[in-house]
C-alpha cells in the first residue's frame, strides 16, 4: 500500500481529503452523541443543535438563510431534487434548459426526461468553454420548467456568467438552478446578490467527507420533495438525518469561507506556474479555457502526441493523481463530452489532462509535478509514431 506522503495529489476536483479540524469536528458524534435527532431528550438535542449550527455555517459561505438549507446525501441528490421538484410544481411546463457540459448528474436526469418526453435544450459553449447569455435568451419558452447550468465547470474549471444568467432566469420568470459543487468554497457566492431558486454542493469537494450535500432552496421558491418518508428537514428531505457528516460539512464550509482569499492566491499561484512551466518546457501544449474565467485551481492542459490514458498510468506509477476529464467517466472508452461540446476532436480531446490543486498541495508537490509531467510527456511522444 502508498503512503499517503508518497502521493502528489493534483486531482482536487474528483474529491478532497478530509481537513482534520472537520475530523475533529464531526468525531464526537460519531463516538458519543450518536442519538437520533428527532427524539425528544435533551441527549437529541444536542445532535439537533450541531445540525443547526451547521446548516447556519453552510448558509454563511453561501450567503442566504439557514432556513434556506436542506441536507442531502451529496451533490447528485441535489441537482435530481432540483430538477424533480420544478418539474412537479410546474406539470404543465415539458421544456428544460440546461448546457452541453454540465456533470453527469445534471447531464444524464436531462436525457432520461428527453426519454419521456420532454424537450430539453443543451447550450452549446464556444471553444473557450463559454456560454452566450444570448443563446440562453433566446432557448426560453413560455413552457420551460428550469433553466439548470453549473456555476463552474468540474474539467475545464470555466466559470458560467451567473449574475447575467440569474437576472436572465428573473426576467422571464424561470425557475433556475445552479450545480455549484465545483463553485463552493473555491470563488466567492453570494445567493443575496445572485437571486435563484435552487443551488447544489457536495461536501467532499470541500474537504468534508463523502456522501454529505446540501440544497438550497429559495424560501419563495415551490418545492416537492424528491426523498419521501419522515419529516425531516422540515419536511424536505426524508431520512434521519447523517449527523456526524452534517456536523463535517458545516465545520468545512466555515473554513472554506474564511479561506477563499487563499483559493484566489496562493492556489491561483499554483495553478498558473505549473501551465507557465509546461507552456515553456514542452511543445505543443494548449490550456483548454484559457481565455475564459476559470477556478483558480483548476487546469485542463492538451498534450499532442499523447493518450491521456496511457500518461495516467504512467503518472499513476510516479505516485502522481490527476485525471483525464470528470471522476465519474473514469473507464469510458469515450472522450469527455465536455471536451468535444467545446469543440477540441478526439485526438485533442484525448490527449487532454485536468490537474486540479487545492490548499493541502505544497511547493514540493508543485516542483514533483513540474519534474514528472514533462518527462512522462517525453517518454509517451518518443514511444509515439505520431511525432508531436
Given at each position: 500500500m502508498i503512503a499517503p506522503e508518497q502521493i502528489?495529489?493534483?486531482?482536487?476536483?474528483?474529491?478532497?481529503?478530509?481537513?482534520?479540524?472537520?475530523?475533529?469536528?464531526?468525531?464526537?458524534?460519531?463516538?458519543?452523541?450518536?442519538?437520533?435527532?428527532s427524539s425528544g431528550y435533551r441527549f437529541a438535542a444536542h445532535v439537533r443543535d450541531a445540525i443547526e449550527q451547521a446548516r447556519e455555517q453552510v448558509a454563511a459561505l453561501l450567503g442566504c438563510e439557514p432556513g434556506e438549507i436542506v441536507f442531502t446525501s451529496g451533490g447528485?441528490?441535489?441537482?435530481?431534487?432540483?430538477?424533480?421538484?420544478?418539474?412537479?410544481?410546474?406539470?404543465e411546463c415539458k421544456h428544460i434548459i440546461t448546457t452541453a457540459v454540465e456533470h453527469s448528474a445534471v447531464r444524464n436526469p436531462a436525457q432520461r426526461l428527453q426519454e419521456r418526453g420532454y424537450d430539453v435544450t443543451f447550450l452549446a459553449v464556444d471553444r473557450s468553454g463559454r456560454l452566450s447569455a444570448r443563446a440562453l435568451v433566446?432557448?426560453?419558452?413560455p413552457d420551460t420548467a428550469l433553466i439548470s447550468i453549473m456555476w463552474a465547470n468540474n474539467e475545464?474549471?470555466?466559470?458560467?456568467?451567473?449574475?447575467?444568467?440569474?437576472?436572465?432566469?428573473?426576467?422571464r420568470g424561470v425557475p433556475l438552478h445552479?450545480?455549484?459543487?465545483?463553485?463552493?468554497?473555491?470563488?466567492?457566492?453570494?445567493?443575496?446578490?445572485?437571486?435563484?431558486?435552487?443551488?447544489?454542493?457536495?461536501?467532499?469537494?470541500?474537504?468534508?467527507?463523502?456522501?454529505v450535500g446540501a440544497l438550497y432552496v429559495n424560501r419563495r421558491a415551490r418545492f416537492r420533495p424528491f426523498v419521501l418518508g419522515g419529516s425531516h428537514e422540515n419536511n424536505r428531505r426524508a431520512g434521519t438525518e447523517n449527523a456526524p457528516s452534517i456536523v463535517a460539512l458545516g465545520k468545512a464550509a466555515e473554513i472554506a469561507l474564511a479561506k477563499v482569499?487563499?483559493?484566489?492566491?496562493?492556489?491561483?499561484?499554483?495553478?498558473?506556474?505549473?501551465?507557465?512551466?509546461?507552456?515553456?518546457?514542452?511543445?505543443?501544449?494548449?490550456?483548454?479555457?484559457?481565455?475564459a474565467s476559470r477556478l483558480p485551481n483548476t487546469s485542463s492542459v492538451i498534450f499532442g502526441g499523447i493518450e491521456s490514458e496511457a500518461a495516467l498510468l504512467m503518472l499513476d506509477q510516479e505516485n502522481v493523481c490527476c485525471s483525464a476529464g470528470s471522476a465519474c467517466r473514469t473507464g469510458s472508452l469515450k472522450p469527455s463530452h465536455v471536451l468535444t461540446a467545446m469543440?477540441?476532436?478526439?485526438?485533442?480531446?484525448?490527449?487532454?489532462?485536468?490537474?486540479?490543486?487545492g490548499r493541502f498541495n505544497t511547493e514540493a508537490d508543485l516542483e514533483r509535478a513540474l519534474d514528472v509531467v514533462p518527462r512522462v510527456v517525453r517518454k509517451l511522444r518518443a514511444l509515439s509514431p505520431v511525432i508531436a
Amino acid at each position: 500500500m502508498i503512503a499517503p506522503e508518497q502521493i502528489t495529489y493534483l486531482d482536487n476536483n474528483a474529491t478532497t481529503a478530509i481537513d482534520p479540524e472537520v475530523l475533529e469536528a464531526m468525531r464526537p458524534f460519531q463516538e458519543k452523541y450518536y442519538a437520533n435527532p428527532s427524539s425528544g431528550y435533551r441527549f437529541a438535542a444536542h445532535v439537533r443543535d450541531a445540525i443547526e449550527q451547521a446548516r447556519e455555517q453552510v448558509a454563511a459561505l453561501l450567503g442566504c438563510e439557514p432556513g434556506e438549507i436542506v441536507f442531502t446525501s451529496g451533490g447528485t441528490e441535489s441537482n435530481n431534487t432540483a430538477i424533480h421538484s420544478a418539474l412537479e410544481t410546474q406539470p404543465e411546463c415539458k421544456h428544460i434548459i440546461t448546457t452541453a457540459v454540465e456533470h453527469s448528474a445534471v447531464r444524464n436526469p436531462a436525457q432520461r426526461l428527453q426519454e419521456r418526453g420532454y424537450d430539453v435544450t443543451f447550450l452549446a459553449v464556444d471553444r473557450s468553454g463559454r456560454l452566450s447569455a444570448r443563446a440562453l435568451v433566446d432557448a426560453i419558452r413560455p413552457d420551460t420548467a428550469l433553466i439548470s447550468i453549473m456555476w463552474a465547470n468540474n474539467e475545464t474549471g470555466v466559470i458560467f456568467p451567473m449574475q447575467e444568467i440569474a437576472a436572465i432566469a428573473q426576467e422571464r420568470g424561470v425557475p433556475l438552478h445552479t450545480d455549484a459543487i465545483q463553485a463552493a468554497g473555491k470563488i466567492p457566492i453570494n445567493l443575496r446578490e445572485v437571486p435563484m431558486q435552487f443551488l447544489s454542493i457536495s461536501g467532499h469537494k470541500l474537504h468534508a467527507p463523502k456522501g454529505v450535500g446540501a440544497l438550497y432552496v429559495n424560501r419563495r421558491a415551490r418545492f416537492r420533495p424528491f426523498v419521501l418518508g419522515g419529516s425531516h428537514e422540515n419536511n424536505r428531505r426524508a431520512g434521519t438525518e447523517n449527523a456526524p457528516s452534517i456536523v463535517a460539512l458545516g465545520k468545512a464550509a466555515e473554513i472554506a469561507l474564511a479561506k477563499v482569499r487563499e483559493e484566489s492566491t496562493r492556489v491561483r499561484s499554483f495553478r498558473d506556474r505549473f501551465e507557465k512551466s509546461l507552456l515553456e518546457q514542452l511543445s505543443d501544449v494548449q490550456i483548454n479555457g484559457a481565455d475564459a474565467s476559470r477556478l483558480p485551481n483548476t487546469s485542463s492542459v492538451i498534450f499532442g502526441g499523447i493518450e491521456s490514458e496511457a500518461a495516467l498510468l504512467m503518472l499513476d506509477q510516479e505516485n502522481v493523481c490527476c485525471s483525464a476529464g470528470s471522476a465519474c467517466r473514469t473507464g469510458s472508452l469515450k472522450p469527455s463530452h465536455v471536451l468535444t461540446a467545446m469543440g477540441l476532436v478526439n485526438n485533442e480531446a484525448r490527449a487532454s489532462l485536468r490537474f486540479s490543486f487545492g490548499r493541502f498541495n505544497t511547493e514540493a508537490d508543485l516542483e514533483r509535478a513540474l519534474d514528472v509531467v514533462p518527462r512522462v510527456v517525453r517518454k509517451l511522444r518518443a514511444l509515439s509514431p505520431v511525432i508531436a
